[in-house]
């Protein structure tokens, strides 16, 4: 579990294909490392991802052909860069929300503009999102735990402040970019649980 409090931005240093998989090579750049170890997780772009080698400068990760498949990691090029935040410990303090991890599908930045000293955002979710997307509600974007400002149908409008587009890769985001989103996790779990008995036939 992560808060969507982005610690670092990183960059990929490497992309190889194998098998149908994907094996990246994360530089982490500003993230302190000393507390990692093999099999700990990572958010990467708001996916976790699972550390299987650490070479020093960052970490190795593998991804399946399941999270290619609902993630923007394929659009990834080396030098990309990334938002990083290491798994949440019983200390961290819980700055955002509760983020799995797990990407729920991909959006689209639609327009950006200033807004005083901030920028706002209009991005559009995937329409089978949009019904758990909520005026003042959370949402991750990229891994950054954000508010929502405004609803109209999938499209949600975003206020960002100068430090979160300073210390996150917001700030590189224009019409047409394509970004990860997790959507607020009880609203998934409050949605099945309304099914009541007849969740086990749907």
Same mark, same amino acid.
């Given at each position: 579990?992560? /808060?969507?409090?982005?610690?670092?931005?990183? @960059?990929?240093?490497?992309?190889? &294909?194998?098998?149908?998989?994907? =094996?990246? !090579?994360? #530089?982490?750049?500003?993230? *302190?490392?000393? $507390?990692? +170890?093999?099999?700990?997780?990572?958010?990467?772009?708001?996916?976790?991802? /699972?550390?299987? @080698?650490?070479?020093? *400068?960052?970490?190795? +990760?593998?991804?399946?052909?399941?999270?290619?498949?609902?993630? /923007?990691?394929? $659009?990834?090029?080396?030098?990309?860069?990334?938002?990083? @935040?290491?798994?949440?410990?019983?200390?961290?303090?819980?700055?955002?929300?509760?983020?799995?991890?797990?990407?729920?599908?991909?959006? @689209?930045?639609?327009? !950006?503009?200033?807004?005083?000293?901030?920028? =706002?955002?209009?991005? !559009?979710?995937? =329409?089978?999102?949009? #019904?758990?997307?909520?005026? #003042?509600?959370?949402?991750?974007?990229?891994?950054?735990?954000?508010?929502?400002?405004?609803? &109209?149908?999938?499209?949600?409008?975003?206020?960002?402040?100068?430090?979160?587009? &300073?210390?996150?890769?917001? $700030?590189?985001?224009?019409?047409?970019?394509?970004?990860?989103?997790?959507?607020?996790?009880?609203? =998934?779990?409050? &949605?099945?649980?309304?099914?009541?008995?007849?969740?086990?036939?749907?």
């Amino acid at each position: 579990m992560f /808060t969507g409090i982005v610690e670092a931005v990183g @960059e990929v240093a490497s992309c190889e &294909e194998k098998g149908g998989d994907l =094996r990246l !090579r994360i #530089k982490t750049n500003d993230l *302190d490392m000393s $507390d990692i +170890a093999l099999g700990d997780s990572i958010s990467t772009n708001g996916v976790c991802l /699972t550390v299987v @080698e650490l070479p020093g *400068d960052g970490y190795v +990760a593998d991804v399946s052909a399941e999270t290619l498949s609902l993630t /923007t990691v394929g $659009d990834w090029g080396v030098g990309a860069k990334v938002n990083l @935040e290491k798994a949440l410990t019983p200390q961290t303090r819980m700055g955002g929300h509760m983020v799995s991890g797990h990407v729920d599908g991909i959006g @689209e930045v639609v327009s !950006r503009h200033p807004d005083a000293r901030s920028e =706002r955002f209009r991005l !559009r979710a995937p =329409r089978e999102l949009a #019904k758990y997307i909520a005026h #003042k509600g959370s949402i991750t974007v990229d891994g950054t735990s954000l508010t929502v400002n405004k609803v &109209e149908g999938a499209e949600f409008e975003l206020n960002i402040v100068p430090h979160t587009l &300073e210390k996150t890769v917001m $700030d590189t985001y224009k019409a047409g970019t394509r970004v990860n989103l997790e959507v607020d996790l009880i609203a =998934r779990y409050l &949605e099945r649980l309304l099914q009541g008995d007849g969740a086990a036939d749907a």
